[in-house]
Protein backbone atom coordinates (compact mmCIF):
# COMPACT_ATOMS: atom_id res chain seq x y z
CA UNK A 1 0.00 0.00 0.00
CA UNK A 2 0.87 4.04 -0.04
CA UNK A 3 3.55 4.80 2.07
CA UNK A 4 4.60 8.02 3.16
CA UNK A 5 7.83 8.88 4.58
CA UNK A 6 9.28 11.64 6.46
CA UNK A 7 12.52 12.83 7.53
CA UNK A 8 13.91 13.93 9.66
CA UNK A 9 11.95 12.65 12.71
CA UNK A 10 13.81 15.53 14.71
CA UNK A 11 15.10 18.52 13.90
CA UNK A 12 16.89 21.24 16.10
CA UNK A 13 17.47 24.31 14.93
CA UNK A 14 19.15 27.23 16.03
CA UNK A 15 17.27 30.39 15.57
CA UNK A 16 17.74 32.05 12.68
CA UNK A 17 19.37 28.86 10.89
CA UNK A 18 17.06 27.39 7.99
CA UNK A 19 16.31 23.72 8.03
CA UNK A 20 14.14 21.70 5.27
CA UNK A 21 12.34 18.46 6.09
CA UNK A 22 11.19 16.27 3.03
CA UNK A 23 8.37 14.11 2.27
CA UNK A 24 8.63 10.87 0.09
CA UNK A 25 5.95 8.46 -0.98
CA UNK A 26 6.19 5.30 -2.66
CA UNK A 27 3.59 6.18 -5.22
CA UNK A 28 2.39 9.20 -7.52
CA UNK A 29 -0.08 11.32 -5.31
CA UNK A 30 -2.58 13.97 -6.62
CA UNK A 31 -1.89 15.97 -4.03
CA UNK A 32 -0.04 16.81 -1.04
CA UNK A 33 -0.95 18.84 2.43
CA UNK A 34 1.19 20.00 4.79
CA UNK A 35 0.11 20.27 8.54
CA UNK A 36 1.41 22.41 11.84
CA UNK A 37 0.96 21.06 14.82
CA UNK A 38 1.55 22.65 18.14
CA UNK A 39 2.79 20.74 21.32
CA UNK A 40 -0.57 20.14 22.81
CA UNK A 41 -2.72 21.44 20.05
CA UNK A 42 -3.94 19.55 16.96
CA UNK A 43 -2.51 19.31 13.21
CA UNK A 44 -3.81 22.92 11.83
CA UNK A 45 -3.49 23.06 7.74
CA UNK A 46 -0.56 24.83 6.29
CA UNK A 47 -1.05 24.57 2.48
CA UNK A 48 -2.02 22.32 -0.53
CA UNK A 49 0.31 21.35 -3.34
CA UNK A 50 -1.66 19.96 -6.31
CA UNK A 51 0.53 20.45 -9.93
CA UNK A 52 3.84 18.64 -10.74
CA UNK A 53 7.11 20.38 -9.98
CA UNK A 54 4.49 23.44 -7.76
CA UNK A 55 6.11 25.64 -5.83
CA UNK A 56 4.64 28.08 -2.76
CA UNK A 57 5.23 30.43 -0.48
CA UNK A 58 3.80 31.44 2.57
CA UNK A 59 6.24 33.99 4.22
CA UNK A 60 9.42 32.05 5.45
CA UNK A 61 8.07 29.08 4.84
CA UNK A 62 8.64 27.13 0.85
CA UNK A 63 6.72 24.18 -0.42
CA UNK A 64 7.55 22.15 -3.10
CA UNK A 65 6.06 19.13 -4.83
CA UNK A 66 8.35 16.96 -6.82
CA UNK A 67 8.39 16.45 -10.71
CA UNK A 68 7.31 12.99 -10.57
CA UNK A 69 4.54 13.84 -7.66
CA UNK A 70 6.27 11.34 -5.28
CA UNK A 71 7.71 13.73 -2.85
CA UNK A 72 7.86 17.10 -1.06
CA UNK A 73 9.53 19.47 0.73
CA UNK A 74 9.32 22.33 3.33
CA UNK A 75 11.97 25.41 3.88
CA UNK A 76 11.84 27.31 6.40
CA UNK A 77 14.38 30.35 6.26
CA UNK A 78 16.26 31.97 9.59
CA UNK A 79 13.72 29.80 11.78
CA UNK A 80 12.09 31.78 14.69
CA UNK A 81 10.74 30.35 18.18
CA UNK A 82 7.20 30.46 16.84
CA UNK A 83 7.95 27.82 14.41
CA UNK A 84 8.40 25.28 16.86
CA UNK A 85 6.21 22.57 16.62
CA UNK A 86 5.66 18.93 14.99
CA UNK A 87 5.31 19.28 11.03
CA UNK A 88 3.06 16.64 9.11
CA UNK A 89 2.82 16.00 5.37
CA UNK A 90 0.15 13.97 4.02
CA UNK A 91 -0.66 12.76 0.43
CA UNK A 92 -3.55 11.40 -1.37
CA UNK A 93 -3.48 9.14 -4.07
CA UNK A 94 -5.65 8.81 -6.74
CA UNK A 95 -7.17 5.55 -6.05
CA UNK A 96 -7.43 6.42 -2.74
CA UNK A 97 -9.95 8.48 -2.32
CA UNK A 98 -10.28 10.58 0.76
CA UNK A 99 -7.87 8.66 2.59
CA UNK A 100 -4.93 11.25 3.21
CA UNK A 101 -1.88 9.14 4.16
CA UNK A 102 0.02 10.98 6.66
CA UNK A 103 4.34 10.82 7.49
CA UNK A 104 5.18 10.29 11.10
CA UNK A 105 6.28 14.20 11.11
CA UNK A 106 9.11 16.27 11.96
CA UNK A 107 9.11 17.66 15.06
CA UNK A 108 10.98 20.99 15.46
CA UNK A 109 12.54 22.43 18.42
CA UNK A 110 14.12 25.99 18.32
CA UNK A 111 16.68 26.98 20.49
CA UNK A 112 17.35 30.97 21.34
CA UNK B 1 -18.54 29.39 14.66
CA UNK B 2 -17.18 26.16 16.77
CA UNK B 3 -15.62 24.50 14.21
CA UNK B 4 -14.79 20.37 14.88
CA UNK B 5 -15.97 19.97 18.61
CA UNK B 6 -14.75 16.64 20.30
CA UNK B 7 -15.86 15.28 24.22
CA UNK B 8 -14.12 14.22 26.07
CA UNK B 9 -10.90 15.95 26.54
CA UNK B 10 -9.78 13.69 29.16
CA UNK B 11 -10.65 10.16 29.77
CA UNK B 12 -9.02 7.06 31.65
CA UNK B 13 -10.18 3.84 31.28
CA UNK B 14 -10.31 0.70 32.82
CA UNK B 15 -8.98 -2.73 30.00
CA UNK B 16 -12.65 -3.94 29.15
CA UNK B 17 -14.45 -0.92 29.57
CA UNK B 18 -16.58 0.55 26.98
CA UNK B 19 -16.99 4.44 25.91
CA UNK B 20 -17.67 6.97 23.16
CA UNK B 21 -15.87 9.47 21.81
CA UNK B 22 -17.86 12.23 20.62
CA UNK B 23 -17.54 14.79 17.47
CA UNK B 24 -19.16 17.45 16.27
CA UNK B 25 -18.87 20.24 13.23
CA UNK B 26 -20.59 22.87 12.58
CA UNK B 27 -19.00 23.83 8.94
CA UNK B 28 -21.58 21.76 6.87
CA UNK B 29 -18.81 19.47 5.57
CA UNK B 30 -19.38 16.31 4.15
CA UNK B 31 -16.93 14.17 5.18
CA UNK B 32 -15.55 13.73 8.76
CA UNK B 33 -12.49 11.72 10.00
CA UNK B 34 -11.32 9.57 13.24
CA UNK B 35 -7.51 9.67 13.55
CA UNK B 36 -5.44 8.36 16.69
CA UNK B 37 -1.78 9.88 17.24
CA UNK B 38 0.90 7.50 18.92
CA UNK B 39 4.29 9.25 19.81
CA UNK B 40 6.39 8.57 16.13
CA UNK B 41 3.87 7.30 14.07
CA UNK B 42 2.37 10.34 12.41
CA UNK B 43 -1.96 10.17 12.40
CA UNK B 44 -3.34 6.77 11.60
CA UNK B 45 -7.11 7.32 9.89
CA UNK B 46 -9.55 4.52 12.06
CA UNK B 47 -12.64 5.33 10.11
CA UNK B 48 -13.92 7.56 7.98
CA UNK B 49 -17.37 8.93 6.62
CA UNK B 50 -17.65 10.05 3.37
CA UNK B 51 -21.16 11.66 3.49
CA UNK B 52 -24.11 10.89 5.66
CA UNK B 53 -24.97 7.47 6.09
CA UNK B 54 -22.16 5.92 5.17
CA UNK B 55 -18.77 4.65 6.90
CA UNK B 56 -15.39 2.70 6.00
CA UNK B 57 -12.65 1.55 7.60
CA UNK B 58 -9.12 3.25 7.42
CA UNK B 59 -5.86 1.80 8.19
CA UNK B 60 -6.62 1.04 12.10
CA UNK B 61 -10.03 0.16 12.28
CA UNK B 62 -9.79 -3.11 14.88
CA UNK B 63 -11.51 -2.82 18.08
CA UNK B 64 -13.22 0.52 17.38
CA UNK B 65 -17.06 1.59 15.83
CA UNK B 66 -18.23 4.43 14.80
CA UNK B 67 -21.48 6.13 13.23
CA UNK B 68 -22.54 8.65 11.45
CA UNK B 69 -25.43 9.98 13.70
CA UNK B 70 -26.56 12.82 10.93
CA UNK B 71 -24.11 15.24 8.93
CA UNK B 72 -22.84 17.34 11.74
CA UNK B 73 -22.10 14.27 14.11
CA UNK B 74 -19.65 11.17 14.11
CA UNK B 75 -19.06 9.28 17.08
CA UNK B 76 -16.31 6.75 17.46
CA UNK B 77 -17.02 3.87 20.14
CA UNK B 78 -14.70 1.61 21.85
CA UNK B 79 -16.33 -1.78 22.53
CA UNK B 80 -13.57 -2.89 25.23
CA UNK B 81 -10.70 -0.93 26.01
CA UNK B 82 -7.14 -2.49 25.74
CA UNK B 83 -3.95 -1.07 26.42
CA UNK B 84 -3.10 -0.81 23.11
CA UNK B 85 -5.49 1.74 22.44
CA UNK B 86 -3.94 4.87 24.52
CA UNK B 87 -3.46 7.31 22.41
CA UNK B 88 -4.43 11.01 21.61
CA UNK B 89 -7.85 10.69 19.06
CA UNK B 90 -8.84 13.43 16.72
CA UNK B 91 -11.50 13.92 14.80
CA UNK B 92 -11.56 15.62 11.33
CA UNK B 93 -13.98 16.73 9.06
CA UNK B 94 -13.50 18.22 5.15
CA UNK B 95 -15.95 19.89 2.79
CA UNK B 96 -14.69 17.91 -0.43
CA UNK B 97 -12.82 14.88 0.20
CA UNK B 98 -9.99 15.29 -2.50
CA UNK B 99 -9.00 18.88 -2.81
CA UNK B 100 -10.20 20.60 0.64
CA UNK B 101 -7.96 20.86 3.51
CA UNK B 102 -8.65 18.23 7.41
CA UNK B 103 -10.26 20.86 9.90
CA UNK B 104 -9.03 18.82 13.13
CA UNK B 105 -10.95 18.85 16.50
CA UNK B 106 -8.54 19.65 19.65
CA UNK B 107 -8.30 16.00 20.19
CA UNK B 108 -9.38 13.56 23.51
CA UNK B 109 -6.54 12.40 25.60
CA UNK B 110 -7.21 8.31 26.25
CA UNK B 111 -5.28 6.31 29.03
CA UNK B 112 -6.56 2.84 29.32
CA UNK B 113 -5.37 0.66 32.57
Known amino acids: GQQVMQIPQYQHVQEGEDFTTYCNSSTTLSNIQWYKQRPGGHPVFLIQ?????EVKKQKRLTFQFGEAKKNSSLHITATQTTDVGTYFCAGLQDDSWGKLQFGAGTQVVVTP | NAGVTQTPKFQVLKTGQSMTLQCAQDMNHNSMYWYRQDPGMGLRLIYY???????DKGEVPNGYNVSRLNKREFSLRLESAAPSQTSVYFCASILDMQFSPLHFGNGTRLTVT
Open chain 2, 49 to 55: SASEGTT
Open chain 1, 49 to 53: LVKSG
